[in-house]
Structure formats: structure tokens, C-alpha cells
């Protein structure tokens, strides 16, 4: 270990722009064996690690690396499954370097972090290869059941922490096939769509039941669900779509994020979506506009270049320091040819019938508003016209209406409409009812979602056990009188 001062910094090789945007395949390598030890060795072993302290799971980061500088790669990958159950998810796209790797001590002193996610992803890709990831097999099977409402990464986390304590889960979805944003938002050349499938083709082999096409709300009522199960775990994410105020509804070429990318995505998957064979959510041969400066908006611009669009432009109203999304990301679509405006804002659409143009603005940062960040003002004589044929709004995502959805008014919101819950047991308002990952922090990170899934699981399982304790020591009581 300690071989920082020795050994540079190296990534995984990343394909060429010229290539990727010819495909959808993801765009950085994996580690050789050699190097994958090589470049855990450059880890200082620092006494207080500020990366597990960064890491939301607070991954045994200095150990696992130790292991993999050591060769010994199964005890690495037990060791980092033990606190993550999808680390090889999370080594592809968590934004490490606000996190664990914008915390690697040998990064202040100028060698460059520790590469910890290109490293973790290799820990257990390695292990899925060598067989080393093997079904859930519970010590004991419990009767009680819980259901799960939700199978992305916060729904699949709790789902795999309770069944290795022997419950029954159920877990329900509204889309066709399990993942949430894993398989339906983030594109495939952030995450493969077989690293996803294989996680949840091993949760089925283990047990756990998966009810998709189940819409709660239309499909199954939140009553039924919640008379089915001894608990019920909310995991549902955010989905509504914030739009710019334009008279957009005017006009059919101007398409929320999502869609945009859902289309793609199962287009990548090979099901055939009307939308995208008709053109209304293929960027093919296309002047695009995507309008916001987040991930979801960096998704957009890539998956339009690799669609064959004729340009892509990305609008943002703050510069490119203040950009929300991952700076590395952004590199990415600079390297892909993303023409970026920034500090720029479309004041109005305009066509007949279909959109033609978006007339924008350029702003300046003026004083700090009440969060902290600088106000976006238009600068007076500086509009100007852009040429369209498809517009994407990438602005963010809120709660659905959850309480009206689930036609329950006992389930609390909080002023943004996300879940309220108990931080100290994850309960929501409904005694038994619990709720997890986006739908309480509001749009987040995968990380996050584990996270929440993970801490939502003990306390599911405490909660049922507690359950189940007082109500066999009222039994004999009874039994007893
Ligand atoms: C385009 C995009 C790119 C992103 N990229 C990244 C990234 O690179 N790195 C990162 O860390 N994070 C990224 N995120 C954020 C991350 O995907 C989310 O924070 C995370 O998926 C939240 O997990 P979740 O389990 O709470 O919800 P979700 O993943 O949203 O899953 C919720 C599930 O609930 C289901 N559901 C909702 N309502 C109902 C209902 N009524 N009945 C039945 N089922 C229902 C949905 O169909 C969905 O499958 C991205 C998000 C988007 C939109
Ligand atoms: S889970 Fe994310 S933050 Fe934690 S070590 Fe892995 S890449 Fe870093």
C-alpha cells in the first residue's frame, strides 16, 4: 500500500468520442487484474478515511482496497457487499467526486484520488464472473410478508435485506420490467442494462416476487396491499416533471426528459415504442434543444448525439461552474460534440403547428438569493433565435400527488410533497406503512436509495418482530387468565 508517490494516477481507458457516439455500449473499460492491484495500492490507509466517511453507504473503502492490492479478491467482494448491494452499480455512476473520491486524502497533496469507483465496479464484476454472487438462501423462512411498492434501487436494496432475514416480499411495479430509473432513465452508456438484470434476475432465483404492469392506485388499491402484508414499504421515486412556463403544451416536438429517454432506453432493450419508430422521441437527423443542466439533462444531449441528431444543443440559465449536474459528465458531452449555451434562457416558443424556434436570452449572475446561489437576470438586448425540430425540458422531477394517487389522506406530505416520514423508524404517518429513497428525499442519487432501502429494511424488520413479540405476549396473558 502507500505506493501513491510512486505509482501515478490511472483510469480506465475511456473509447474515443468519435467511437462511442456511434453506439450506446458504455464508454470507459474495466480495469486488468493487474492494474485493478496496482491502483488499489496507491491507497494511504489514512487513519480517519475521509472517503468511507463521504461514502453514503460508508463503505470499508481502505479494506476493500488492501484486499484488491493483496490479490484477495473474494474477500474484497464480500467485504464490499457486505455494506452495498450494488456495488458494481455504484462504481459506474455514482458522482464519486463529490463523494468518496472528492474526499481521497492523496488528492490534497496533488497525486490524485485513489480511482475508488472504477475499482469497486472491478471488485464485483469480477466476482459475478467468477461465480461468487450467489442467490439469497435465508437461515430460516419467515410466514410474514412484506410489500414493496417500488423496484428501483431503493425498493431492491430493502427487498434483498429482508429477504436475507427470511420474509416474504413482494415487490409491485408500474413498469414492465424491474430497475426503476436503473433500467428506465439512466442510458446504457452509463450502465448497461445487463448489470441491472442480472441483480434483479438473482432477487427473483432468491425468492422475491415481482408484480409488474402494477399500477398502485389503478391496477391494485394502497388498501389491498396494505391488508396483504404484516408491512408495506413506499420506494415509488419522483415522476412528476417540472416544465418551463412556454406555451409548450402548444406543440408536439417539445417533450419531457423522461419520455425522451424511456423510449430509448427500451428501444435499446428491443421493444418497439410507437414514439420512437414515429419520430416524435427520436432525436435522428434533428436540430435538438435540451433545455436544463442537470444528469437528467446530460443523459438527454448524449442520447440525442448518439441518435444521429443533426446538432445538440444544451441551454442552461447559470454558467458552467454552477451547473448541478456532474462536472464529469459534462466533460462527456463535450467530448460528444454537445454545443453548450450556457447562461442562457428560451424566453418563447414559436411555430405553426409544430415548434420551429425558441427564442432565448443571455443572462448574468447577479446577487445570491435565499439558497445561497447566484440569481440568473436576463441582459437586455441579447435575444436571439434558435432553429428547432425537437425541444427536451430536462428541469427535474417532483412527488406525485402520493396521498390522491393511493386515495389515502391519512399518508402526510411534507411542503414539497414528498413523504413524511419518522427519521428515527422510516414509518410514514400509517402505522406499519414505511417509505424509502426518492419519494422522501426528493429527486437524489442511487447511493442514496441503497441507502435509505437498506436502513428502511431493520427497521421493517424490528417493527414486525416487535409486532410479533406483543402480540404473543397478550396471547398468554389470555391464555394465562
Ligand atoms: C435520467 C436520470 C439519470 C440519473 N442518473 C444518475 C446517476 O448517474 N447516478 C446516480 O446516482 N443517480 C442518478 N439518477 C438518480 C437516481 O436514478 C434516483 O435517485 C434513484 O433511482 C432513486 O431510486 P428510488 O428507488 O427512490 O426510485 P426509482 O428509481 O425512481 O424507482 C421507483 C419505482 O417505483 C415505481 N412506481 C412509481 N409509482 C408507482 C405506483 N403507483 N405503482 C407501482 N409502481 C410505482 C416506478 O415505476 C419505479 O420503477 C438519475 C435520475 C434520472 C432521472
Ligand atoms: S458507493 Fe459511491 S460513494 Fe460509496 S464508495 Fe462506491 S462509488 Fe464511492
Same mark, same amino acid.
Given at each position: 500500500m502507500l505506493k501513491f508517490t510512486k505509482i501515478n494516477q490511472e483510469n480506465p481507458s475511456k473509447i474515443s468520442p468519435d467511437k462511442r457516439v456511434k453506439t450506446f455500449d458504455e464508454i470507459y473499460a474495466r480495469y486488468a487484474a493487474q492494474k485493478a492491484e496496482e491502483q488499489a495500492s496507491r491507497c494511504s490507509q489514512c487513519g480517519v478515511p475521509f472517503c468511507q466517511v463521504h461514502c453514503p453507504l460508508h463503505n470499508n473503502i481502505p479494506d476493500w482496497l488492501k484486499l484488491t492490492a493483496e490479490d484477495r479478491m473474494q474477500e474484497a467482494f464480500e467485504i464490499s457487499s457486505s455494506t452495498n448491494n450494488m456495488p458494481e452499480i455504484c462504481g459506474r455512476i455514482c458522482?464519486?467526486?463529490?463523494? !468518496?473520491?472528492?474526499? *481521497?486524502?492523496?488528492?490534497?497533496?496533488?497525486?490524485? #484520488?485513489?480511482?475508488?469507483?472504477?475499482?469497486?465496479?472491478?471488485?464485483?464484476?469480477?466476482?459475478?464472473?467468477?461465480?461468487?454472487?450467489?442467490?439469497?438462501?435465508?437461515?430460516?423462512?419467515?410466514?410474514?410478508?412484506?410489500?414493496?411498492?417500488?423496484?428501483?434501487?431503493?425498493?431492491l436494496a430493502a427487498a434483498e435485506e429482508l429477504r436475507k432475514k427470511g420474509f416474504q416480499i413482494t415487490i409491485y411495479d408500474r413498469y414492465d420490467r424491474p430497475g426503476g430509473l436503473l433500467i428506465y432513465g439512466i442510458p446504457n452508456f452509463k450502465l448497461e442494462k445487463e448489470i441491472v438484470i442480472r441483480r434483479t434476475d438473482r432477487l427473483k432465483e432468491s425468492g422475491i416476487?415481482?408484480?409488474?404492469? *402494477?399500477?398502485?392506485?389503478?391496477?391494485?388499491?394502497?388498501?389491498?396491499?396494505? @391488508?396483504?402484508?404484516? %408491512? +408495506?414499504?413506499?420506494?415509488?421515486g419522483v415522476y412528476k416533471f417540472r416544465e418551463i412556463n412556454l406555451n409548450n403544451s402548444n406543440y408536439n416536438n417539445v417533450v419531457p426528459?423522461?419520455?425522451?429517454?424511456?423510449?430509448? @432506453? $427500451?428501444?435499446?432493450?428491443?421493444? $418497439?415504442?410507437?414514439?420512437?419508430?414515429?419520430?416524435?422521441?427520436?432525436?435522428?437527423?434533428?436540430?435538438?434543444? +435540451?433545455?436544463?443542466?442537470?444528469? #437528467? %439533462?446530460?443523459?438527454?444531449?448524449?442520447?440525442?448525439?448518439?441518435?444521429?441528431?443533426?446538432?445538440?444543443? !444544451?441551454?442552461?440559465?447559470?454558467?458552467?461552474?454552477?451547473?448541478?449536474?456532474?462536472?464529469?459528465?459534462?466533460?462527456?458531452?463535450?467530448?460528444?460534440?454537445?454545443?453548450?449555451?450556457?447562461? #442562457?434562457?428560451? #424566453?418563447?416558443?414559436?411555430?405553426?403547428?409544430?415548434? $420551429?424556434?425558441? $427564442?432565448?436570452?443571455?443572462?448574468?449572475?447577479?446577487?445570491?438569493?435565499?439558497?445561497?446561489?447566484?440569481?440568473?437576470?436576463p441582459k437586455e438586448g441579447t435575444e436571439k433565435n434558435l432553429d428547432v425540430d425537437l425541444v427536451i425540458e430536462a428541469l427535474g422531477f417532483e412527488p406525485e400527488n402520493l396521498p390522491k394517487l393511493f386515495d389515502n389522506q391519512e399518508l402526510t406530505i411534507t411542503r414539497w410533497g414528498t413523504l413524511k416520514i419518522n427519521y428515527k423508524n422510516m414509518m410514514t404517518s400509517i402505522d406499519g406503512v414505511f417509505a424509502a429513497g426518492d419519494i422522501v428525499r426528493g429527486a437524489s442519487l442511487v +447511493?442514496?436509495?441503497?441507502?435509505?432501502?437498506?436502513?428502511?429494511?431493520k427497521n421493517i424488520s424490528e417493527y414486525i418482530e416487535f409486532k410479533q413479540f406483543s402480540e404473543n405476549r397478550e396471547k398468554k396473558k389470555v391464555a394465562n387468565a
Amino acid at each position: 500500500m502507500l505506493k501513491f508517490t510512486k505509482i501515478n494516477q490511472e483510469n480506465p481507458s475511456k473509447i474515443s468520442p468519435d467511437k462511442r457516439v456511434k453506439t450506446f455500449d458504455e464508454i470507459y473499460a474495466r480495469y486488468a487484474a493487474q492494474k485493478a492491484e496496482e491502483q488499489a495500492s496507491r491507497c494511504s490507509q489514512c487513519g480517519v478515511p475521509f472517503c468511507q466517511v463521504h461514502c453514503p453507504l460508508h463503505n470499508n473503502i481502505p479494506d476493500w482496497l488492501k484486499l484488491t492490492a493483496e490479490d484477495r479478491m473474494q474477500e474484497a467482494f464480500e467485504i464490499s457487499s457486505s455494506t452495498n448491494n450494488m456495488p458494481e452499480i455504484c462504481g459506474r455512476i455514482c458522482p464519486q467526486d463529490r463523494l !468518496c473520491e472528492g474526499n *481521497c486524502v492523496i488528492e490534497q497533496s496533488g497525486h490524485g #484520488t485513489v480511482t475508488i469507483g472504477s475499482i469497486e465496479k472491478y471488485i464485483t464484476d469480477n466476482a459475478w464472473e467468477k461465480g461468487w454472487v450467489k442467490k439469497i438462501t435465508p437461515n430460516e423462512e419467515k410466514s410474514e410478508s412484506v410489500g414493496i411498492i417500488g423496484s428501483g434501487p431503493a425498493g431492491l436494496a430493502a427487498a434483498e435485506e429482508l429477504r436475507k432475514k427470511g420474509f416474504q416480499i413482494t415487490i409491485y411495479d408500474r413498469y414492465d420490467r424491474p430497475g426503476g430509473l436503473l433500467i428506465y432513465g439512466i442510458p446504457n452508456f452509463k450502465l448497461e442494462k445487463e448489470i441491472v438484470i442480472r441483480r434483479t434476475d438473482r432477487l427473483k432465483e432468491s425468492g422475491i416476487k415481482f408484480e409488474l404492469n *402494477c399500477d398502485i392506485g389503478k391496477d391494485i388499491t394502497f388498501e389491498d396491499i396494505k @391488508n396483504k402484508h404484516n %408491512a +408495506v414499504l413506499i420506494a415509488t421515486g419522483v415522476y412528476k416533471f417540472r416544465e418551463i412556463n412556454l406555451n409548450n403544451s402548444n406543440y408536439n416536438n417539445v417533450v419531457p426528459a423522461l419520455d425522451f429517454l424511456v423510449a430509448s @432506453n $427500451k428501444t435499446g432493450l428491443k421493444d $418497439k415504442v410507437e414514439d420512437f419508430v414515429n419520430g416524435r422521441l427520436n432525436a435522428s437527423g434533428k436540430n435538438v434543444v +435540451v433545455i436544463g443542466g442537470g444528469d #437528467t %439533462a446530460m443523459d438527454c444531449v448524449r442520447t440525442a448525439v448518439r441518435q444521429g441528431a443533426k446538432s445538440v444543443k !444544451c441551454l442552461y440559465r447559470r454558467d458552467k461552474t454552477n451547473m448541478p449536474g456532474s462536472q464529469r459528465e459534462v466533460q462527456n458531452a463535450i467530448e460528444e460534440g454537445v454545443d453548450f449555451q450556457w447562461l #442562457t434562457l428560451p #424566453t418563447e416558443y414559436s411555430g405553426n403547428g409544430s415548434l $420551429k424556434n425558441v $427564442k432565448t436570452v443571455l443572462m448574468q449572475l447577479g446577487e445570491p438569493d435565499e439558497s445561497g446561489r447566484r440569481k440568473p437576470e436576463p441582459k437586455e438586448g441579447t435575444e436571439k433565435n434558435l432553429d428547432v425540430d425537437l425541444v427536451i425540458e430536462a428541469l427535474g422531477f417532483e412527488p406525485e400527488n402520493l396521498p390522491k394517487l393511493f386515495d389515502n389522506q391519512e399518508l402526510t406530505i411534507t411542503r414539497w410533497g414528498t413523504l413524511k416520514i419518522n427519521y428515527k423508524n422510516m414509518m410514514t404517518s400509517i402505522d406499519g406503512v414505511f417509505a424509502a429513497g426518492d419519494i422522501v428525499r426528493g429527486a437524489s442519487l442511487v +447511493v442514496w436509495g441503497i441507502k435509505d432501502g437498506r436502513d428502511a429494511a431493520k427497521n421493517i424488520s424490528e417493527y414486525i418482530e416487535f409486532k410479533q413479540f406483543s402480540e404473543n405476549r397478550e396471547k398468554k396473558k389470555v391464555a394465562n387468565a
